[in-house]
């Protein structure tokens, strides 16, 4: 029993670890051409709405198309990872009953960590909707977001992504599910230090600040206040 257990851990693990070593080639052998500072935002064709002040495409009468296919486009991620991944995974594997919660407010405490993380997602996304960007790496606000849960976490959105596919595991009683958030946990927080926030860091004059402040992934019990 111990070793199906380990080895449906492993399995979500390495299917996990194997999506983000492509991801990464991928990115390194065609980085895209995107904005790297708000100050080129103009040098790239963007404007700043008059109505909700925030910075979008600009792209003429078929600026709302654009909208769509950006966030469409960075929507394969999370789908990938909160729906599609765990379904295999599911089938491939199955659940085990002895694991699943049977005890009532056992089971309510996972769903209620389910629509956390699809709060914590759907609201943060909005966020980065207003503040010209998306989700993707590669299409990021062009805005620094730090306002609403990101007073408090410096990674909200991954936060809500981690609780949705642990839930799914928990209620699923599947162990590979588990160790696929388990390996996409460490494979963010490694992103996290390598890439991400040293990027933030050069494009942001605020973010230094921002970062010794606001945790990782451990929220802070006070909202933070920038400096004046």
């Known amino acids: ?47 700043r709405s008059a109505s909700t002040g925030s910075a979008r495409s600009y792209q003429g009468d078929d600026d709302d198309d654009v909208e769509w296919t950006r966030h469409a486009k960075a929507s394969i991620l999370p789908i990938n990872m909160c729906i599609v991944i765990p379904t ?23 769903v209620i960590n389910g629509i956390v993380g699809v709060t914590l997602f759907i609201w943060t996304n909005l966020m980065f909707h207003r503040a ?3 989700l993707a790496p590669w299409d990021p606000p062009l805005e620094f977001v730090v306002f609403g849960p990101y007073l408090y976490t410096r990674n909200p959105m991954m936060t809500g992504i981690l609780l949705i596919i642990t839930a799914e595991g928990i209620l699923l009683g599947n162990v590979a599910i588990l160790g696929f958030s388990m390996s996409f946990f460490v494979f963010n927080t490694i992103y996290f230090i390598k890439k991400e926030e040293p990027q933030m860091k050069e494009r942001f004059a605020d ?19 920038q400096k004046e």
């Not at 670890?17 to 064709?45: C, D, M």
């Not at 973010?207 to 206040?225: F, M, Q, S």
């Open 1 to 47: 029993m111990m070793l199906d257990l380990s080895t449906d851990f492993a399995i979500g693990a390495a299917i996990c670890g194997g999506l983000s070593s492509i991801y990464l080639i991928s990115i390194r052998l065609s980085p895209p051409e995107k904005i790297t500072n708000i100050k080129k935002v103009q040098e790239f064709g963007y404007s």
């Open 88 to 110: 295999l995974l599911h089938v491939y594997r199955g659940g085990s009953e002895a694991l699943s919660p049977s005890d009532p407010m056992t089971r309510l405490t996972v």
């Open 132 to 134: 010209g960007g998306t």
């Open 207 to 225: 973010y230094e600040d921002y970062y010794d402040a606001v945790p990782r992934w451990i929220p802070r019990l006070t909202p933070y206040k």
